[in-house]
C-alpha cells in the first residue's frame, strides 16, 4: 500500500460474513424517513440510485463495463452546477432525515484507511424451488440481497470477489461555522423524520450516545442458523420492544464510541467510506467530497458484533485475524457511523464555499482573470480592518495579511517552500485580547484553530497520532489537521513548572511542525514523517519559546478602554458583503500560481550581491530566502503573480522596518523581546 502505512494483511470481513452459513445475512427492515426532495426535472438516481445501478448492470451484464458506465452516468448528473445542491449532505442533514440507500455527500478529512476487504461483486441467487438463478451485484452494498426462500449460489461459476478500502472519515477539523453555513444555506435538499415509523427508544446523537449494543445475541443466533429475512425482522421488532430502554438486555455492551476527532469539541457525523477505484491517490488527512450511497442497514450491526449468549462468536477472532477491540472499532453501530459507498470522489484543495471546485477547469480560470482586478481593493480595505484589530499597527497587520494567504506550494528535498510562522509579540497577557483576535482569523478562513499553550494542556493533550495495534487504527492527535488549516498558538496563557516527557514530546513536535511542515506519526515500533500545510500564528507576550519564520513585535497605536467590547464592535462593524470578500480573497491566494522571470531573478541577484558588499553581515542566505518569501506574499496580496522590481522593494521596506522594530525593543527591554 503506497499511502504512508506499513503494509497490512487483507481482511475478508464481508465474504466470511455472506460465506460459510446455510443463508446469507438477510436485509433487516430500515427505519424508512421520509425524504422531502421537492426538486423539479429530479429523478431517482437521487432517491434510489440502486435502481440506477441495476438498470446499467442489467443491460450491460456481468462485463466491466457496467462499473465505469455508473460512474460516467452519475458524473454526467453531476456536471449540472445546480444538481449537487439537490444531493442532502450529512455534514447538513440528520443522520435519521436521510433516507437509507440514497444518494448522499460527505465533506470530510480522512482520518484513517482500514485494511482492503473481499466483497461479493457478482453473485447469484438461487430460489429453494430450484427455479432460474438470478444474477445480482454486490457492489455498492453491505449485505447480500436475497429474497424471501433464496440463498447465495456460492458454487456459481458467474460469483465474483473483488476488493474494495474502508477510509474512516470525520468532518473537517475546526472548519469554520461560516462554511458550514454557507453550504448549508445553498443546500436545496431537506429531510424530514419519518411519520409512518416511531422508534421504540430514542434517537441516538453523534455525540452523546453512550448505547453502542449491536444487535442481539439471541437474533444473532438465528441469523447464524440460516434464518428467513421475515423472521428476522420479526425478532428484530419483538426483541426491540422488550428492551425499549437498550441498556437491560446487554450486560456486556461497549458503554462509548470514540469517534476519534483530533480537535476537542468538534461535532458531526464520522463515517466509513468504502472506496471501490483509484486508491493510490488518496491519503490520509486528504479533503474529499463524496457521493455515494448511504448504507445504515441494522444488519451490519450483526455481523462483527462478538458477543452471543455463551460468549462465543460466530467469526471465530483467531481465524480472521481480528481482536474483538478491532471489531468494535472497525464496524460500529450505523446508526452512529453509517457507511457511505463512494461513487464519485472528489479530492479538495479548500472547503471555502464561495470559491468554485477547483482553479483549473476553462470556466473557472475566467474567474480568477475576471476577480483579479478587485484584489488590490480587497486588500486596502482588508488591511484597515486588520490595523483596527491589531490596535491600530498597520506593519503588524501587514504581517498578519501576509501570513493569512500563506501556503506550502512546493517542497525542495525536506525544506517546505512558501511557508510564514509569524511570532506576533507584544500581545497583552490577558487572554482576552488573543482569545478575540482568533475570533477574527475563524471568520476569515475556512478551517482553524486555537490551542492555549497552558502547561496542562502541554503535558496532557495528545499532539502526535499514533497506531493502536490492538484496534488497528490510527488513534488521532490535536496535529492531524487537513491542509491550510489556520493554527493559532496562544503563549500568553503559558506558566511557570515543568514539562513531563509528554510535555516535551509535544513541543518538539510543534517545532517540527512549523520548521519542516511534518509531523512524526507515531507507529510504535518507528515513526513515520506525513508532510502537511498548516499556517501556523504564535502570539506571546515576550520572544516565541519556539521556532518561527519572523517575529513583529506588536506596538498598540490605542488602547481601548474596554478591549472585549472593542474587539466585539469590530467584527460585527463589517458588512456581510465585504466579509465575504475578504474571505474568498485569503482562500484563493493561496490557490493562486507564482512565479518570478528571468529579468527580476537577476536584478535580486545583483541586489544581494550590493547588499553583501556594503555589509556582509547584514544579510545571509536565510535572509535572502526570507525576502523572496515576503516578496512572493507581497505580489500575490495587490493580485500579482509575478515579482516586479517595485514589489521587490516593498518587501525589503517592510522587513528594515520589522528588524528595526525589534532591535529597537531590544534596547528597551535591555534584552530579547
Known amino acids: 500500500m503506497t499511502r504512508g502505512f506499513p503494509a497490512i494483511a487483507i481482511r475478508p470481513l464481508l465474504w466470511k460474513s455472506c460465506i460459510g452459513r446455510a443463508a446469507p445475512f438477510p436485509s433487516l427492515p430500515h427505519p424508512a424517513p421520509q425524504q422531502l426532495l421537492n426538486m423539479p426535472c429530479v429523478d431517482d438516481w437521487v432517491n434510489d440510485p440502486l435502481s440506477a445501478v441495476q438498470g446499467i448492470f442489467v443491460q450491460n451484464g456481468a462485463s466491466g463495463e457496467w462499473e465505469k458506465k455508473v460512474i460516467e452516468y452519475f458524473r454526467e448528473k453531476l456536471k449540472d452546477t445546480t444538481a449537487s445542491s439537490w444531493v442532502p449532505s450529512l455534514n447538513d442533514v440528520p443522520l435519521h432525515y436521510l433516507k437509507p ?10 482520518q484513517d484507511m482500514f485494511d482492503p476487504e473481499f466483497y461479493m461483486g457478482i453473485y447469484k441467487t438461487v430460489e429453494t424451488a430450484a427455479k432460474p438463478k438470478v444474477l445480482r451485484f454486490g457492489k455498492y452494498k453491505d449485505v447480500a440481497e436475497c429474497g424471501l426462500q433464496q440463498e447465495v449460489a456460492l458454487n456459481s461459476a458467474k460469483c465474483v470477489t473483488q476488493e474494495r478500502l474502508t477510509f474512516y472519515c470525520i468532518p473537517v477539523p475546526g472548519e469554520s461555522e461560516w462554511v458550514k453555513e454557507a453550504y448549508a444555506s445553498a443546500s436545496q435538499a431537506r ?18 450516545d453512550e448505547d453502542m449494543e449491536m444487535h442481539p445475541p439471541k437474533l444473532k443466533e438465528q441469523c447464524a442458523a440460516g434464518c428467513s429475512a421475515s423472521q428476522a425482522s420479526g425478532d428484530a421488532k419483538r426483541l426491540e420492544k422488550e428492551a425499549p430502554g437498550g441498556h437491560q438486555s446487554f ?3 461497549t458503554t462509548s464510541i470514540d469517534l476519534n476527532f483530533p480537535l476537542p469539541g468538534e461535532k458531526g457525523p464520522a463515517c466509513l467510506v468504502k472506496i471501490y477505484e483509484d486508491w493510490d491517490s488518496f491519503k490520509v488527512n486528504d479533503m474529499l467530497e463524496v457521493y455515494g450511497i448511504l448504507s445504515v442497514d441494522p444488519a451490519l450491526g450483526v455481523i462483527n458484533d462478538e458477543s452471543t449468549k455463551d460468549g462465543s462468536s460466530i467469526l471465530d477472532p483467531i481465524e480472521c485475524m481480528d481482536t474483538m477491540e478491532e471489531q468494535r472499532v472497525h464496524s460500529p453501530p450505523p446508526s452512529l457511523v453509517p457507511r457511505l459507498h463512494a461513487i464519485v470522489t472528489r479530492k479538495l484543495q479548500h472547503v471555502n464555499p464561495f470559491l468554485p471546485t477547483t482553479l483549473k477547469d476553462t470556466e473557472n480560470k475566467d474567474y480568477i482573470t475576471n476577480i483579479m482586478p478587485e484584489l488590490s481593493t480587497v486588500r486596502t480595505e482588508l488591511l484597515g ?3 483596527h484589530m491589531l490596535l491600530g499597527d498597520s506593519l503588524a497587520a501587514e504581517y498578519l495579511l501576509l501570513h493569512l494567504i500563506c501556503t506550502v506550494y512546493s517542497r525542495r528535498d525536506i525544506l517546505p517552500l512558501g511557508k510564514f510562522t509569524v511570532n506576533l509579540s507584544g500581545c497583552p497577557r490577558d487572554n482576552t485580547y488573543t482569545k478575540y483576535l482568533h475570533r477574527t482569523i475563524q471568520q476569515l478562513v475556512p478551517s482553524s ?13 495528545r499532539f502526535i497520532p499514533h497506531k493502536d495495534y490492538t484496534a488497528n487504527r490510527l488513534v488521532t492527535g490535536v496535529l492531524q489537521l487537513a491542509s491550510n488549516t489556520s493554527l493559532m498558538l496562544d503563549e500568553t496563557l503559558l506558566e511557570q513548572g ?22 512524526d506519526y507515531d507507529f510504535n515500533f518507528h515513526q513515520m514523517e506525513f508532510p502537511c500545510n498548516i499556517n501556523v500564528l504564535i502570539t506571546s507576550e515576550g520572544r516565541s519559546l519556539l521556532p518561527s519564520d519572523c517575529q513583529v513585535h506588536l506596538q498598540p497605536q490605542m488602547i481601548p478602554a474596554n478591549v472585549e467590547e ?17 474571505r474568498i480573497y485569503v482562500s484563493l491566494l493561496r490557490l493562486i500560481d507564482y512565479s518570478i522571470s528571468d529579468e527580476v531573478t537577476k536584478a535580486v541577484e545583483e541586489d544581494f550581491v550590493e547588499m553583501r558588499k556594503s555589509d556582509p553581515r547584514s544579510i545571509t542566505a536565510e535572509d535572502l530566502h526570507q525576502l523572496l518569501v515576503v516578496a512572493r506574499l507581497v505580489s500575490l496580496s495587490a493580485g500579482h503573480t509575478t515579482l516586479s522590481r517595485e514589489r521587490w522593494q516593498r518587501a525589503k521596506q517592510l522587513e528594515v522596518l520589522r528588524k528595526s522594530r525589534i532591535q529597537q525593543q531590544t534596547h528597551v527591554n535591555g534584552n530579547e523581546p
Open 101 to 110: 440507500n440514497s444518494l448522499v455527500k460527505f465533506r470530510c478529512m480522512i
Open 191 to 208: 429531510g424530514n423524520p419519518s411519520t409512518s415509523y416511531t422508534p421504540s427508544r430514542h434517537k441516538r446523537s453523534y455525540e452523546e
Open 251 to 253: 450486560p456486556n455492551r
Open 385 to 387: 480592518f486588520l490595523t
Open 449 to 461: 484553530y486555537c490551542l492555549p499553550m497552558t502547561l496542562n494542556n502541554m503535558n496532557t493533550l
Open 498 to 519: 515543568q514539562l513531563d516527557a509528554t510535555g516535551v514530546r509535544n513541543v518538539t513536535a510543534l517545532g517540527n511542525l512549523i520548521t519542516w511542515q511534518k509531523v
Open 566 to 582: 472593542y474587539m466585539a464592535n469590530l467584527q460585527t462593524a463589517v458588512v456581510p458583503s465585504m466579509l465575504k470578500k475578504f
